[in-house]
């Protein structure tokens, strides 16, 4: 199974990410695979994202590409000067620019970065976050199972006191697997700016192991029974291979990410 399948991606699709522990490789792993089926892949943000590597790189401001441009491509505004934590970041692209015919007619797939986790295993989104077009298909809704057991307030965790505030617990308390399904299924969290019109599925990665794979499976039918916007959740380990899709109803379907 590959990931775009487990996701029910057609063959036009904009998918915007956001969460933290897996945004960027979910990103190039789609991007992989559209290339591979002949797609035409786009690669983008709205906020800020490192350059991606392997990837030509398009900025300007307002959006524009070439009339002949190599697939897969990312493209953003402008430049980051002196950024934090990376040797290079570039601006993203306002959501209207990537609903203007001219860039989204471009393109088969759009895959979007849509909000900012400082490379953390688990974020609350902020006040102004997540940065979502109005015309994403899909949400991949991102948490690493590996902050489960650890102190919300933990360098593990970004926004811990927003994630204290919805799931409930001290920051000091250990993040448990029914904390983490709930802050994916809370409108604060996980599912904000999210529309009717969107298919926002959960993606708990680095389940490397079976124990951490049992324990993703607990995080993903929490989010399923709490939401009424997720109808199934992805459990994957994009360094062993392993994609597992939860139905509701807890039907599950393990595979290799190909």
């Given at each position: 199974m590959q990931l775009s399948t487990a996701l029910g991606l057609g063959p036009a699709a904009m998918v915007a990410f956001v969460g933290a522990g897996g945004k960027k490789t979910a990103m190039r792993q789609l991007t992989h695979e559209g290339t591979r089926r002949g797609h035409c892949v786009g690669y983008t943000t709205t906020t800020k994202m490192p350059v991606p590597s392997g990837l030509p790189v398009h900025v300007g401001s307002p959006p524009t590409l070439p009339d002949s441009i190599e697939h897969p491509v990312a493209f953003a505004t402008a430049r980051v000067e002196n950024p934090d934590r990376v040797d290079?970041?570039?601006?993203?692209?306002?959501?209207?620019?990537?609903?203007?015919?001219?860039?989204?007619?471009?393109?088969?797939?759009?895959?979007?970065?849509?909000?900012?986790?400082?490379?953390?295993?688990?974020?609350?989104?902020?006040?102004?976050?997540?940065?979502?077009?109005?015309?994403?298909?899909?949400?991949?809704?991102?948490?690493?199972?590996?902050?489960?057991?650890?102190?919300?307030?933990?360098?593990?965790?970004?926004?811990?006191?927003?994630?204290?505030?919805?799931?409930?617990?001290?920051?000091?308390?250990?993040?448990?697997?029914?904390?983490?399904?709930?802050?994916?299924?809370?409108?604060?969290?996980?599912?904000?700016?999210?529309?009717?019109?969107?298919?926002?599925?959960?993606?708990?990665?680095?389940?490397?192991?079976?124990?951490?794979?049992?324990?993703?499976?607990?995080?993903?039918?929490?989010?399923?029974?709490?939401?009424?916007?997720?109808?199934?959740?992805?459990i994957t380990s994009f360094r062993t291979g392993h994609l597992e899709r939860v139905e509701t109803g807890g039907e599950q379907a393990e595979s290799r990410v190909r």
């Open positions: 290079a970041k570039l601006n993203g692209c306002p959501p209207s620019a990537l609903s203007a015919d001219h860039i989204r007619n471009r393109f088969d797939w759009l895959v979007v970065k849509a909000d900012g986790a400082r490379q953390k295993e688990l974020t609350a989104p902020a006040p102004h976050e997540p940065v979502i077009p109005d015309e994403a298909t899909h949400v991949g809704v991102v948490a690493s199972v590996r902050a489960v057991g650890v102190p919300i307030q933990s360098e593990l965790i970004h926004r811990s006191e927003r994630i204290s505030a919805i799931t409930g617990l001290s920051t000091d308390a250990p993040l448990t697997p029914t904390a983490m399904g709930t802050l994916l299924a809370s409108p604060q969290g996980g599912c904000a700016d999210v529309t009717p019109t969107m298919t926002a599925v959960p993606i708990v990665n680095k389940a490397d192991t079976d124990a951490l794979c049992r324990r993703a499976r607990s995080v993903v039918r929490t989010a399923i029974e709490l939401s009424d916007v997720f109808d199934w959740g992805l």
